[in-house]
């Protein structure tokens, strides 16, 4: 892997809201007008992200000498933008 090959620093970005992606808002005909975001789906991104975070704790103190990890959340930025346009 990429750490065998001198590779020491790791950025791992988190998902995004899935229930905010547009193909996922306007999935039901019934309510093609309306723009919600799919709570179940952005459950199991956080979900993810979470298990994605406590992944990189344990791969920290595994003894990967020199290695240095960082999560990026990319879940909450996204969601306050499409929460928030008016902010950016």
Same mark, same amino acid.
């Given at each position: 892997? &990429?750490?065998?090959?001198?590779?020491?620093?790791? $950025?791992?970005? =988190? *998902?995004?809201? &899935?229930?905010? +992606? %547009?193909?996922?808002?306007? *999935?039901?005909?019934?309510?093609?007008?309306?723009?919600?975001? $799919?709570?179940?789906?952005?459950?199991?991104?956080?979900?993810?992200? &979470? #298990?994605?975070?406590?992944?990189?704790?344990? $791969? #920290?103190?595994?003894?990967?000498? =020199?290695? #240095? +990890?960082?999560?990026?959340?990319?879940? !909450? %930025?996204? &969601? @306050?933008?499409?929460?928030? %346009? @008016? #902010? !950016?």
């Amino acid at each position: 892997g &990429l750490y065998r090959l001198g590779a020491r620093r790791f $950025i791992v970005a =988190g *998902i995004s809201p &899935l229930g905010c +992606l %547009p193909v996922e808002m306007t *999935i039901d005909p019934a309510d093609a007008f309306v723009r919600n975001c $799919i709570e179940s789906l952005n459950a199991v991104a956080t979900s993810y992200n &979470l #298990k994605l975070e406590n992944a990189l704790r344990t $791969i #920290k103190q595994s003894g990967f000498s =020199g290695a #240095k +990890l960082a999560y990026a959340d990319t879940y !909450y %930025p996204m &969601l @306050d933008m499409m929460q928030n %346009p @008016d #902010k !950016y």
